[in-house]
């Protein structure tokens, strides 16, 4: 066995939740879980989202590549869907620090992460507490807002729908990002508890999710196909999960 001295990584909390973890480390990690309670609610919100992925998508991930589909899968990396379970960074990931959801085969670094990620929650905690200016274009011209980002930001800008969590779109603004604008929404529910939803461009291209905790806030960080994706909300964790997964989900449908 290893030297159960040697403290358990977050690579080999990932590893243990997705049965990957060798064999002679089980036990060391088992033993460290149960002697730090904040890292097994960590891994035990990873297996919940890892399965909610499972029964989501595994039919989907089993199923033939499209011959339409041939030469774009042979142009660019396989990409992996490997379960580890924010959400986000959605769930997702390091509870006070930053870990992966979806994929562990992932090129990012976490500065890349920490950056977007640093900004989502600088912006988030400017304007959430705005009362009269918490946005620039109101939700009720969704249709202009999500024109008017598209276009700034040079890439498709989708407002999802958020009603079934109980959200409203407040509205959004265009903000400055690490490597080019970022999109800003914000969404409130009828109690006045509000999320945003930061998305910019990044230098990463991998399907990760990472939470962030900081202050009352919690933040599920992600990237995919070039966009960095920041949903923050309060410290509720199963709250903020289930609204990150409806963005995930309404962005991988919409490609954007």
Known sequence: M?????PITEDELHAYVDGELPTERRGDVEAWLATHPEDAERVQSWRAVADALHARYDAVANEPVPPRLELERLQRPPRKWLYGAIAASFAAFAMGG????IAHDVTASPSAFQAFTGDALEAHRLYVVEVRHPVEVPGDEKAHLQQWLTRRCGRTVHAPELESSGLKLV?????PGPSGPASFLMYESASGERFTIYATRTTTDATQMRYTREGTNGALSWADRGVGYVVIGGND??????????????AERSGG
């Open 237 to 250: 964790r199963e709250r903020l999960t289930e609204v990150a997964r409806a963005v995930y989900d309404q």
């Open 171 to 175: 509205g959004g603004r265009l903000l």
């Open 98 to 101: 930053a870990t992966g959801w």
């Open 2 to 6: 290893t030297d159960p001295k040697i």
